[in-house]
C-alpha cells in the first residue's frame, strides 16, 4: 500500500489542499446518494491498478466506466425496465446508435418499423448505410409483413410501441414473438411505456407479465419520463443477458460514450418521482384528448387508450383493462383545413410551446407532415388531413382546454 496525503510540515499549502488528508466521518445517509465526479480514478497500488476489470462493477477504474454515482443510477434503470444490466449514454438517439453498433457488421441488415422515432430512420440512412449495413422498414401492424422481410442477413429487428408521433400500438407480442422464433435480436424502444406501462422484456403489466414474451434489449430515452424536466439528455440500454450486455458495454467503451455526473444526479433525484408524474400526465392528456375528438374541426384522434386509435387493442392486451398511457397524443385535423391553417393555429396556442422531446412539466406541440415521413411502398399512412401531437405538461388541464378553445375557434 502507497501512503496517503502529505508528509506533516514539509509541504506548501497548494501541495497540502491538492493532497490534503481529512476523511470526512463515514456513515453520511441522506435521501439522495452521493454524486461522485472522476476523469481519474485513483488506485491503492499497481497491483490494484492491473486487477481491476472496468468490464465489471466490483471497482472502479476510470470515469468513463462509471462511478458510484452512475452505477446507483444504472441499477436503478435496470430495476425500471425489469432488466439485469444497463448501459448509460449521452442520449436516447445514442442508446439506439450504441445497439446497432454493438450488434450489425458489414453485409447485415437491420429492420425498422415504418413508424419508427424519425432520427433511428436517418442514422439507418444516412450512417449505418456507409458501414455497409443495410435496412428495410416493415409495417408494424401487419406480423406478417414483418415475418416476410427476416432474411438470412438479418441481425437487429427495432421495435416500438406506439409508433412515433402516429401513436398506432402495434402488436408487439406478435412481432417479438416472431423474432424469437426466427431466431433474430430484438430491441424495443421504450421511451413511451417508460418502464411503467408494460415491462418490455416480460410484456405486460403487473401479474399480468408473460415471463420472456418480449424484447431482448431494452432502450429508453432517459430525457423523456426518468429526466422530466425537459433539461437533461440521456438514455439507457437495458439486457437481460450477460453476454448480450458485454458485446453492449464493449462498444460503449470503445466508442467513448460517457455521461455527465450532474447529469445523472438529475436524473437520480427525478426517478423518485416518475410514476407519479407519468400518471398525472396520462391522466390530463386523456381529458384533453377526449374533449379534443368531439370538436368538429378533428378527424382522428390518435391516442391508444380511446378505442377509435389504430390498435388500441393491443394496448389494451398488453398494458391492461386500467392501463397507463404517458402523456402523449396526437389528432389528424379534418382534410379542410390546409397546413398553412393549422400551422397558424400551432402558433395560436400559449401555454402549448412549439418544441420537440417531450415528458416535461410544460405542454408542448409540433405539426408533423407525417405522408413525407412514411415509406411510399408501405403506404401505412392513409390520412389526408395534417397531424398535430401534443405532449401534455403537468398545468392544470382546465387552462390547457381553454388554450385549446381559443387557438380552434380562430380557425
Ligand atoms: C426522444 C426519443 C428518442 C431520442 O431521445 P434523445 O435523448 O432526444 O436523443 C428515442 N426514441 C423515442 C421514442 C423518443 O421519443
Known amino acids: 500500500m502507497r501512503g496517503a496525503g502529505t508528509i506533516a510540515g514539509m509541504s506548501k499549502p497548494v501541495t497540502d489542499l491538492i493532497h490534503h488528508t481529512y476523511q470526512p466521518p463515514a456513515g453520511f445517509q441522506a435521501p439522495q446518494p452521493g454524486v461522485f465526479k472522476a476523469s481519474t480514478v485513483i488506485f491503492p497500488s499497481v497491483a490494484a491498478m492491473r486487477a481491476r476489470d472496468w468490464k465489471h462493477k466490483s471497482g472502479y477504474t476510470y470515469g468513463l466506466h462509471g462511478t458510484p454515482t ?32 454493438a450488434l450489425l457488421r458489414a453485409g447485415d441488415e437491420v429492420l425498422l418499423p415504418d413508424n419508427a422515432y424519425g432520427p433511428s430512420k436517418s442514422m439507418a440512412e444516412g450512417e449505418l448505410k456507409n458501414w455497409g449495413i443495410t435496412y428495410q422498414l416493415y409495417d408494424p401492424m401487419n406480423p406478417a409483413d414483418l415475418e416476410a422481410r427476416i432474411g438470412p442477413k438479418t441481425r437487429l429487428v427495432w421495435l416500438e410501441a406506439p409508433g412515433s408521433v402516429t401513436m398506432e400500438f402495434v402488436p408487439l407480442a406478435h412481432l417479438a414473438q416472431i423474432c424469437r422464433q426466427r431466431g433474430v435480436t430484438s430491441a424495443l424502444d421504450n421511451t413511451w411505456g417508460a418502464g411503467l406501462a408494460f415491462n418490455g422484456f416480460d410484456l405486460g403489466r403487473g401479474e399480468r407479465r408473460t415471463p420472456g414474451s418480449g424484447a431482448d434489449i431494452v432502450v429508453q430515452a432517459l430525457t423523456k419520463y426518468p429526466s422530466g424536466g425537459g433539461d437533461v439528455l440521456m438514455g439507457s440500454v437495458v439486457t437481460r443477458d450477460d453476454a448480450l450486455h458485454q458485446q453492449i458495454k464493449l462498444t460503449h467503451m470503445r466508442l467513448g460514450w460517457g455521461i455527465g455526473v450532474d447529469d445523472a444526479e438529475t436524473i437520480l433525484r427525478s426517478l423518485a418521482s416518475i410514476e407519479v408524474r407519468y400518471r ?24 391508444p387508450a380511446f378505442e377509435e ?8 392486451a398488453l398494458c391492461g383493462d386500467d392501463g397507463l398511457a404517458a402523456g402523449l397524443f396526437s389528432v389528424v385535423f379534418d382534410a379542410r383545413y390546409a397546413s398553412g391553417q393549422v400551422d397558424a393555429f400551432c402558433d395560436r396556442l400559449r401555454l402549448f410551446k412549439l418544441g420537440y422531446s417531450w415528458g416535461g412539466p410544460m405542454s408542448l406541440v409540433v405539426p408533423y ?7 411510399k411502398q408501405l403506404g401505412t399512412w392513409k390520412h389526408q388531413g395534417i397531424l398535430v ?23
Do not use: K, Y
Request: charged letters at 20%; one cysteine or more; a negative charge.
Open 389 to 411: 401531437r401534443f405532449s401534455i405538461g403537468l398545468e392544470a388541464p382546465e387552462d390547457l382546454r381553454a388554450d385549446l378553445e381559443q387557438a380552434l375557434s380562430a380557425l
Open 70 to 101: 452512475t452505477f446507483t443510477l444504472e441499477e436503478r434503470i435496470a430495476t425500471l425496465e425489469g432488466g439485469t444490466q444497463c448501459v448509460l449514454v449521452p442520449s436516447g438517439l445514442a442508446a439506439i446508435a450504441n445497439v446497432n453498433l
Open 309 to 316: 386509435s389504430p390498435g388500441h387493442e393491443h394496448w389494451q
Open 280 to 303: 398525472a400526465h396520462d391522466r390530463s392528456a386523456r381529458e384533453l384528448a377526449g374533449w379534443l375528438r368531439m370538436r368538429p374541426e378533428i378527424a382522428q384522434l390518435l391516442h
Open 369 to 375: 407532415d407525417v405522408q413525407a415521413m412514411r415509406s
